[in-house]
């Protein structure tokens, strides 16, 4: 798919951005390229929305396992895809030019995880680290990764400072905690 002149990688400089072809823009009119991956689910479609009034170019990647497509921006370009699904996604940072990825596909029902944890191991560890490779691959940067308060189990102050120690009490926060402190996000 042909990406729009606009959307066409820029080049910034004491955050003026100097198009191709010489063309200032003051970085208040800064837009990127975003993929969000699980952008059809609850959290993700309004992320997108908030994007998209900031004038940033979405793309919205979800398997639609758990999302509604009609929840998705139509502004927003959307693939139905699963992220264990390397040549769909390689295709789609690629085609979009993605500079940056808003990480927000996983499981998250703590019950379910707790009767199957190997399934949210795959989705929420294995599928994410390929999403990591795909982006190393694509010489994509930028990643937020949206975690969860599950990481620090059952704390001991409320409200929960980020620097309090994890410790999961169900496989959803350690599959959550094992993708955000295993080697994955510094690679
Ligand atoms: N809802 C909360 O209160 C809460 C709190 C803390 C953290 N989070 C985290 O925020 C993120 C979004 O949560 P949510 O409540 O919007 O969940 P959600 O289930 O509504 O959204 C997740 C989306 O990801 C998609 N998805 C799941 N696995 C996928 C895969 N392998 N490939 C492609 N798409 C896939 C689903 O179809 C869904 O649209 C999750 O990572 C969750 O762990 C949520």
Redesign the pocket.
Known sequence: MAVPLHFQKPIILDRTIIREGGQRVPPYKFHMRVLV?????????VVTEELIGDGHHVVV????????KRAVNASADFVE????DVATLRTTLRDHQIEAVI??????LVGESCANPAKYYD??VV?GLKLLDTMIEAQVKRIVF?????TYGNAETQPIDESAPTAPSNP?GET?LTFETGDALVR
């Open positions: 991956t699980g952008g059809a689910g609850y959290i993700g479609s990647y979800d398997n639609l396992c758990k999302g509604h895809a699963d992220l264990h990480h927000m596909a996983a499981y998250s989705n929420n599928a949206s975690s969860t308060a599950a959803y959550k």
